[in-house]
């Protein structure tokens, strides 16, 4: 299982895009990258997920790089609602879905 | 509305019970997931079930038990061999693999 490594916290301005990074070197070629975030006390929400291309849906965009060692998520505008902690996961392709959570990143967006 | 709920939202633990955490969903997925969160940090798998009548250990079973009877039940256990069950429990289930996992809102477990 790949291991994932991310900042601890990070601040954004509200209304400037969030550019959350994530090392996942030991990534293997059948694993998704997944990215959630999670609200205090509820919870984790999905955002987006990829394997090898660029990905965007109505909540953000999901850039990895052509070596697939490292992501980076971006929230385009971000609002004080996306304060959240931004977990990225390699999940394992294949046997059980797991999704293997690290301790993530605390994003505080400013006003 | 279709989604995973889990009660209650606070649990109260005395030493010595046990004590049952539910999870139901109506998304038809057949996979489903039981995870522990200490503050602070991210999630730990406890146990799968990816169909019903079957159940796998994840990675901190120790202390735990389920059963997958239904398909859209998925019970947890914390039993008196648990000897730190203070935690946030979170459930989860998904299509299978590949696909998204959703989320329950979670239970809060506190020992008395």
């Known amino acids: 299982d790949a291991k994932t490594t991310q900042p601890p916290s990070m601040d954004c301005a509200e209304g400037r895009a969030a550019n959350l990074p994530c090392n996942h070197s030991?990534?293997?070629?059948?694993?998704?990258v997944y990215w959630y975030r999670q609200i205090h006390s509820q919870g984790p929400q999905y955002i987006i997920h990829?394997?090898?291309n660029n990905e965007t849906n109505e909540m953000a965009s999901l850039i990895i790089t052509e070596d697939r060692k490292s992501s980076t998520l971006i929230l385009p505008h971000a609002t004080l609602r996306d304060t959240a902690v931004y977990y990225c996961?390699?999940?394992?392709?294949?046997?059980?879905?797991?999704?293997?959570f690290g301790t993530g990143t605390l994003l505080a967006v400013q006003p | 509305d279709g989604g995973i709920t889990q009660s209650p939202k606070y649990l109260f633990r005395k030493e010595g019970q046990n004590v049952t955490l539910s999870c139901e969903q109506n998304?038809?997925?057949?996979?489903m997931y039981w995870y522990r969160q200490d503050p602070g940090q991210g999630l730990r798998l406890i146990y799968y079930?990816?169909?019903?009548?079957?159940?796998q250990k994840g990675d901190i079973a120790e202390g735990y038990s389920v059963s997958r009877e239904k398909k859209e039940s998925f019970p947890l256990t914390v039993t008196s061999a648990q000897k730190n069950p203070t935690a946030f429990y979170l459930c989860?289930?998904?299509?299978?693999?590949?696909?998204?996992?959703?989320f329950g809102p979670g239970t809060r477990l506190l020992v008395l």
């Open positions: 990829g394997l090898k």
């Open positions: 989860a289930s998904t299509t299978g693999v590949g696909e998204t996992q959703y």
């Open positions: 079930s990816q169909i019903v009548n079957d159940f």
């Open positions: 030991t990534i293997s070629g059948n694993e998704y």
């Open positions: 998304l038809n997925h057949d996979a």
């Open positions: 996961t390699a999940e394992r392709g294949g046997a059980t879905n797991k999704l293997i």
